[in-house]
C-alpha cells in the first residue's frame, strides 16, 4: 500500500522548497514579490550569455505524442546550420522532455532522436491504453513501476543533468513548469539551478519534476514533491503543466512588472506549438474514452491559443521578435496521445524536412489567415510546411 501523502503547504504563498534546496529553484507564477526580486538577476544572467547580444528565448508548448514534431523540428534547424543557441528554454508538459535537449545543442541531436522516435517512447501506450481505469484502481501508480517515469530516469542522465549544470552557471536559464494540484496554480521550476546544486538529491528531483510537468491527469499518476518550510513537512501533489500554463515565456506577474523585461527589447522569442490551434471537424464515437481524449485536446488548444496571445503581448510591450509554428490545420491530426513509432516517426520527419527547408516559421497574422483559410487542393495541403502553405493564401 502506498504511504499516506501529507498534508499540502496551508498558505498559497509560501516558502516551501523540496528539503535541501534553495528558494530560488522554483518559483510560483502568482508570487509577485519573488518574481521582483529574482528577475533582474535572471535578467543578468541571459544577458551575459549572449554576450551583449540580442537574447534568443525558445518556447516549447505541451502536446504529448505532438512533441515529436518540436523534436524534428530543432534537429532540421541543426541539419540546416541554422539553429540559434538558445539563452532561455522553457517548456511545459511534452515540451518539457524536449526542452533540455534543446538547452543543450545539436551535440545532443542523435540522443533527441532517439528518445522521441526510439522503441522506448511507444511503451508509453500502454499506459494511454490502461491509464484511465488504472489511475482510477491504483492513483498513485501500481507498485511504483511506471512507465512515464522508467523513460525519464533512462533519458535524463546524471551526464546530461551535469552538461545542463555546466551551462547553467553560463547564465543560460532552463525553465519549466508543473502545475500543483492542491493550490491549482502553475510552477516555475529552474532546472538549471537544481543541476547546479549538486548531490545525488539533485539528479532524483530534476527527473522528479520532468515527470510531474508531463503526467496528464488520468493517465500518468501524479508526482508527491516533498517540501519543507521551517519545521514543517509537507507533500505537494504536481501534474502536467499544461493543466494551468501550455505555453510561456514569462509568468501571468510578468505584465503586470513594465520594468522588468525591458532589458529583453530586440529578444528573438521562438515558439514552438508541438500540436495544432485549430482542427478540422472528426465524428467522435460515441466512447467514453474518447470522447474524454476529444474533451482534453479541445481544451488544450483553446488554452494554448490564449497562452499564445499573452505571449503575444509580452513581445509586442517589450519589443521582441517573435517567430512561430505549430502543425498546420491542413495536417492530419492524429492523437496527441499516439505513441506508436510510426506516428512518432512521421511528426518527427515532418518538422525536420520543413525546419531544413527555411518553411517553418510564420508570423502571427499569417497564422491566423491560415487558419481560417480553405485549401482547394487538400493533398498538397496536407504534406505542405507550415509557411509553404502561406504561399497558397489568397
Not at 537544481?194 to 522528479?208: K, M, S, Y
Not at 501524479?222 to 501534474?239: L, Q
Request: glycine content about 8%.
Amino acid at each position: 500500500m502506498p504511504t499516506p501523502r501529507r498534508p499540502p503547504p496551508p498558505h498559497l504563498v509560501n516558502d516551501a522548497v523540496p528539503e535541501g534546496f534553495s528558494p530560488s529553484i522554483r518559483l510560483l507564477t502568482v508570487d509577485r514579490r519573488q518574481f521582483v526580486t529574482r528577475s533582474p538577476g535572471w535578467l543578468r544572467g541571459l544577458q551575459t550569455a549572449a554576450s551583449g547580444k540580442p537574447s534568443n528565448i525558445l518556447v516549447l508548448s505541451g502536446g504529448g505524442a505532438n512533441a515529436a514534431f518540436g523534436a524534428g523540428v530543432l534537429v532540421g534547424l541543426s541539419k540546416a546550420h541554422i539553429r540559434p543557441q538558445f539563452q532561455l528554454v522553457t517548456g511545459v508538459s511534452a515540451g518539457a522532455l524536449l526542452a533540455p535537449f534543446a538547452f543543450l545543442g545539436l551535440s545532443w541531436d542523435a540522443q533527441l532522436r532517439k528518445a522521441f522516435t526510439g522503441g522506448d517512447i511507444e511503451h508509453l501506450q500502454h499506459s494511454i491504453v490502461f491509464g484511465t481505469i488504472g489511475r482510477i484502481l491504483f492513483p498513485q501508480g501500481m507498485g511504483g513501476h511506471d512507465l512515464l517515469k522508467a523513460l525519464v530516469d533512462d533519458t535524463f542522465t546524471d551526464t546530461m543533468i551535469s552538461a545542463i549544470a555546466r551551462e547553467a552557471e553560463t547564465g543560460r536559464l532552463l525553465i519549466v513548469a508543473t502545475t500543483d494540484l492542491d493550490s491549482q496554480e502553475a510552477v516555475l521550476w529552474n532546472m538549471g539551478a537544481i543541476a547546479l546544486h549538486g548531490g545525488p538529491e539533485t539528479n532524483d528531483l530534476f527527473r522528479e519534476v520532468l515527470v510531474a510537468s508531463a503526467s496528464i491527469p488520468g493517465v500518468f499518476p501524479p508526482v508527491m514533491i516533498r517540501v519543507r518550510e521551517g519545521a514543517k513537512i509537507y507533500d505537494e501533489m504536481h501534474v502536467d503543466g499544461s493543466v494551468t500554463t501550455p505555453l510561456f515565456v514569462a509568468p501571468l506577474i510578468a505584465q503586470t512588472v513594465p520594468a522588468v523585461h525591458a532589458n529583453l527589447a530586440s529578444a528573438d522569442v521562438y515558439v514552438i506549438v508541438n500540436g495544432h490551434l485549430a482542427m478540422r471537424p472528426d465524428e467522435v464515437p460515441v466512447n467514453t474514452l474518447k470522447v474524454l481524449e476529444r474533451s482534453y485536446s479541445a481544451g488544450l488548444t483553446y488554452e494554448t491559443r490564449d497562452a499564445l496571445n499573452t505571449v503575444i503581448a509580452l513581445a509586442q510591450r517589450d519589443g521582441m521578435h517573435l517567430h512561430m509554428t505549430f502543425l498546420p490545420t491542413t495536417y492530419p491530426s492524429g492523437s496527441f496521445l499516439d505513441f506508436h513509432r510510426e506516428h512518432l516517426r512521421q511528426l518527427f520527419g515532418y518538422g525536420e524536412e520543413c525546419a531544413k527547408e527555411g518553411l517553418l516559421w510564420t508570423s502571427v497574422a499569417a497564422s491566423i489567415q491560415r487558419n481560417v483559410y480553405r485549401h482547394s487542393n487538400a493533398k498538397k495541403a496536407a504534406s505542405a510546411c507550415p509557411a509553404a502553405v502561406l504561399s497558397d493564401v489568397p
